[in-house]
């Protein structure tokens, strides 16, 4: 069964600071590794997609990478600011029995403080 | 327009009242999910259809019935629900199921009195 865990759970920075934030699964069998951004009481934005074979993507501030043999990726964000704060998830597709399957992490509630 | 809507936004029910959720996408994608999102759990897959066609059902309850007419439009029937089943219903679609991306709705809050 796979199992996805985000640690810290919770994370409090001020503005300016560079931040990793972390995604751990049990299983290697997966299609690929997604993170997204939700804002309060809202739906979720996604913000990058690795595939399986990628090691990283990188969207402006933002760098993920992957690491398939250790179950672990990463989420960096440079020079953080008020705005980037939010819950950020991870989540894993993966083939199961049925067919597909995707399964997330529980978070990682993000503070940036001015 | 946005690419995923959801409707309503909020919804305060009755344990014995019947209502519907409604989630619609103007992406032109093959695959559509329910979520429901908990106080302190993490997000759970409740169903997915693709090509308008259920291929995922997660053991959910079956006071909860989805049904997809078209391959924009998705709606979850709610019936005899439980205080328990108070959540955040999030609406997703992405291209072909689960190697997409998928986009997410704003959510319809629910709340079973």
């Known amino acids: 069964k796979q199992e996805v865990t985000q640690i810290p759970a919770a994370l409090s920075v001020p503005e300016g600071e560079n931040l990793v934030l972390n995604c751990s699964f049990t299983?290697?069998?997966?299609?690929?590794l997604q993170w997204f951004r939700q804002d309060p009481g809202k739906g979720l934005t996604s913000l990058l997609l690795?595939?399986?074979?990628?090691r990283e993507q990188t969207s402006g501030r933002l760098n993920a990478s992957l690491d398939k043999s250790s179950g672990r990726s990463t989420l960096y964000i440079a020079a953080s600011q008020p705005g980037d704060s939010a819950t950020y998830l991870c989540?894993?597709?993966?083939?199961?029995?049925?067919?597909?399957?995707?399964?997330f992490g529980g978070g990682t509630r993000l503070m940036v403080k001015p | 327009e946005t690419g995923v809507t959801q409707t309503p936004r909020h919804l305060v029910m009755g344990m014995t009242n019947k209502k519907s959720l409604k989630c619609e996408q103007h992406?032109?994608?093959?695959?559509m999910y329910w979520y429901k999102q908990s106080a302190k759990k993490p997000l759970e897959l409740m169903f997915v259809?693709?090509?308008?066609?259920?291929?995922e059902n997660n053991s959910v309850p079956s006071r909860f019935s989805p049904e997809c007419p078209n391959s924009s439009h998705l709606f979850l029937h709610l019936h005899t629900l439980q205080p328990e089943d108070s959540a955040l219903y999030l609406c997703?679609?992405?291209?072909?199921?689960?190697?997409?991306?998928?986009?997410f709705g704003p959510g319809t809050r629910l709340t079973v009195l």
């Open positions: 997703a679609s992405s291209q072909e199921q689960f190697v997409d991306t998928q986009y």
């Open positions: 299983d290697s069998a997966i299609y690929n």
């Open positions: 992406l032109g994608h093959n695959a």
């Open positions: 259809y693709s090509l308008e066609e259920r291929v």
């Open positions: 690795i595939q399986s074979s990628q």
């Open positions: 989540a894993i597709q993966f083939p199961n029995n049925a067919g597909n399957m995707l399964t």
